[in-house]
């Protein structure tokens, strides 16, 4: 695996884990969301801008911009699917 480049992240949430309701947090499975996709996901999706815009904020290129919000849609929907723990951290 090559040298990791630098992602710059603006800001960490607030909350770091959401879990289903009713469910003890111990008998669920566990999805991590990056802290670089979680980013990406917010400048896609609350922002509103275009994928190059925020590519550049974040200093890599679009293409990788566009693998962090596709990996982090796929984490998200299946948390959501098969009621699993979401947790942000920073990988």
Known sequence: MGKRIHRHICGKPDV??????????NNLEENVLALDEYEALRFCDID???MQQWAD???ISSATFNRL??????K???AI???KVI???NT
């Open 16 to 25: 770091l884990i959401f879990k289903p309701a009713g469910i003890q947090r």
């Open 69 to 74: 919000v596709q990996s982090g849609h796929e």
């Open 57 to 59: 904020n974040m200093k």
């Open 76 to 78: 998200i929907t299946n």
């Open 48 to 50: 509103k801008l275009t």
């Open 81 to 83: 699917v098969y009621g």
């Open 87 to 89: 947790r942000i951290e």
